[in-house]
């Protein structure tokens, strides 16, 4: 029997170096696991990035996965995460044909109702951003599709962990 899969949330954090992105990639393509989104910045400690990579898999391949990377010599840490145990968002931009936000109804009352946030019009295009959770974001997309999406993008997942962690003492020995 098959273990089951869900979606986990990885948190890896590492020092800033080139080919990282390759190697950490390759512990997934290795098992033939599809990465999901992936989203790297700055963390709460200077000169240290945090990644966020979710991927659908069992707890036993997470555990071999977090395993391998934090074999890295450039990762200080990596944790994972069930949806339960984050607060998580995405964030997205829609480009429309500005007539349409001029002439339907249709189209004001699905920005209002989505809490979608107008950044900028112009006489030829407007552009919508949407943060949220990702059916948010997959309804605004089948709600607009009608209407003609000119340009559409979509960030990876950004989230923090509900309960405290205790990677800032161990990032804030690292950098000192």
Request: aromatic share 8%; net charge neutral; charged share 30%.
């Amino acid at each position: 029997m098959e273990a089951q899969k869900q979606l986990y949330t990885v948190s890896i954090y590492t020092e800033n170096n080139v080919g990282l992105l390759n190697r950490i990639s390759a512990i997934f393509q290795k098992r033939h696991i599809n990465i999901e989104s992936i989203n790297t910045s700055i963390s709460e400690i200077d000169g240290v990035s945090r990644w966020a990579v979710v991927v659908s898999v069992s707890e036993e391949q997470i555990r071999k996965i977090i395993g391998q990377i934090e074999k890295q010599v450039e990762v200080i840490k990596a944790y994972y995460h069930t949806d339960e145990e984050t607060i998580y968002q995405e964030s997205c931009l829609f480009k429309i044909k500005s007539d349409l936000l001029f002439e339907d109804r249709q189209i004001q009352n699905i920005i209002k109702e989505s809490n979608a946030r107008i950044v900028t019009v112009n006489r030829k295009f407007f552009v919508l951003e949407k943060s949220g959770r990702r059916s948010e974001v997959d309804l605004l997309y089948r709600e607009l599709k009608p209407f003609g999406i000119m340009q559409f993008v979509r960030s990876g997942r950004i989230s923090v962990t509900k309960e405290e962690m205790k990677i800032t003492e161990l990032l804030e020995a690292f950098h000192a």
